[in-house]
């Protein structure tokens, strides 16, 4: 019996040195069960059973079992996972749970880059009832062998305009190690977990607009230390709803798959493998089904280009809305101006009729009337006052205080470009807002005959008027 256990912890020791990690190769229609680097990819929850039966009709033939779940982050480019492993080996038992998280990275419309990393707990067992030896022998009689370590793995992905994708994966990163002991055999071994890399390559070609698609695969593995292994393949698609595919594994043999996508909401998957090796004799294949479920609200969720071109969109919005106001604003004081001018125009419109009567009555004042004057050909000038004798002010408007004459000022230099001045009357006291003197009356008319026809703010309150200014 010592020799047996002797053989048997060798054997392990043996096999621990290939492929520590399970193989599913349905990995494609669930590629967070692979790589933590999906994790939230899809922007909806969603979770996945897996099943492999390998080598069926082989006694002790392993067996795989997970479960994942993933999700994104709301509103952030990151998600969030949970992983859970389970491996049957006849009298070799393997179980892992961990939880991963991944970030993911949009370069511009074209780049995409994801990085995750999944840290747990993971779980041997080594039952030595299940094998087939003397079970009076009290060395095997109940015996299992059980212990626990913490493992980690990482794994990144490049997409290229969401049709080339090249992803790595890096397994068992940690190293732990666990130590098998037979006082009675006086053996003893260390069964360590070497590291584990996985390189995936596929590019999508897609026909009549995305109804078909085929998508070519090359995975390449390998354990530290020894030679990679290589698998191609490819898959066919049509409109999201169905998929097929065949590939090769080397060493092994081909398998073929197919799944559906039912009601947007649930998937289901199967893979056969024929070993074309000579275990491939004594079994009838292996075979593999996946059973997936999308949760919660994913057909509401906006994909994470989407949402950053409706939050630049709406950037963009705000910042038109806050021209506006600008706009708004500046059109408001505006008005106020007016207004206000027109509030103290009415305030000394007696004062002002005064005024007028008092200039009328000195000669001192030429009232132009615009709807006479319809042209150059038309004018009426006064002949009270001659060209010669005399300049001619056209005078915009009068007020009496100088700062709502200042005012009248900036709104003629801000809708007309006139420059004009401030001058007190030394009798009435009034502010006149005037401008320079032009040496004809002719002149002064064909100026306020532009201005007032230029007033499209009503600017004026009444026609500007000339004032005549003896020439000494």
């Not at 493992?151 to 290229?160: E, I, K, L, P, T």
């Amino acid at each position: 019996m010592k020799k047996l256990i002797t053989l048997f912890l060798l054997t392990v020791a043996g096999a621990t040195q290939a492929q520590q990690t399970s193989y599913l190769g349905l990995y494609y229609a669930n590629p967070f069960v692979l790589n933590p680097s999906a994790a939230g990819l899809n922007d909806h929850t969603q979770a996945f059973l897996h099943y492999r039966k390998q080598w069926v009709g082989i006694e002790g033939a392993p067996e795989t079992q997970a479960f994942t779940a993933d999700w994104k982050i709301p509103n952030q480019s990151m998600g969030l996972g949970v992983q859970v492993n389970r491996e049957v080996n006849n009298f070799f038992n393997r179980t892992s749970f961990k939880l991963a998280y991944a970030y993911h990275i949009n370069l511009n419309d074209r780049h995409d880059f994801h990085l995750g990393l999944a840290a747990g707990i993971i779980q041997n067992n080594l039952n030595w009832q299940n094998i087939q030896a003397n079970m009076g022998d009290p060395l095997l009689v109940g015996s299992t062998h059980s212990s626990s370590r913490i493992d980690a793995d990482f794994g990144f992905q490049y997409v290229f305009d969401k049709r080339l994708e090249i992803g790595f994966v890096a397994q068992q990163m940690v190293g732990s190690a666990f130590k098998y002991e037979d006082a009675e055999a006086q053996v003893s071994l260390t069964y360590r977990l070497v590291n584990q890399y996985t390189s995936v390559v596929g590019y999508r070609f897609n026909f009549k607009d995305g109804t078909y698609g085929l998508k070519p695969l090359v995975m390449l593995r390998s354990a530290q230390g020894l030679p990679f292994q290589f698998e191609i393949g490819a898959a066919g698609y049509y409109k999201e709803l169905a998929f097929l595919g065949l590939n090769y594994r080397d060493g092994i043999g081909f398998a073929a798959s197919a799944g559906l996508h039912l009601a947007k909401r649930y998937q289901i998957g199967y893979l056969f493998e024929y070993a074309n090796s000579q275990v491939g004799t004594q079994s009838v294949g292996s075979h593999e089904i996946v059973l997936g479920i999308k949760l919660g609200g994913g057909a509401a969720a906006l994909p994470n280009k989407e949402l950053k071109e409706l939050q630049k969109q709406n950037a963009m919005l705000y910042e038109k809305i806050d021209m506006l106001e600008q706009e708004k604003e500046a059109l408001k004081k505006r008005v106020d101006g007016l207004e206000k001018l027109k509030d103290d125009a009415k305030k000394n419109e007696s004062a002002l009729k005064e005024e007028e009567k008092r200039q009328v009555e000195k000669a001192a004042r030429i009232n132009v009337d615009v709807a006479q004057n319809t042209d150059e050909n038309s004018m009426q000038m006064d002949t009270d006052f001659d060209d010669k004798l005399y300049d001619f002010q056209v005078v915009l408007g009068s007020f009496g205080s100088i700062e709502n004459a200042k005012q009248m000022q900036k709104i003629v230099k801000r809708e007309f470009g006139k420059e004009t001045q401030v001058m007190q009357d030394g009798e009435s006291n009034f502010y006149h807002v005037a401008m320079p003197s032009f040496s004809t009356q002719k002149e002064a008319v064909l100026e306020i005959m532009t201005l007032v026809k230029a007033d499209k703010n009503q600017v004026f309150n009444g026609n500007p008027w000339i004032k005549p200014i003896e020439v000494k």
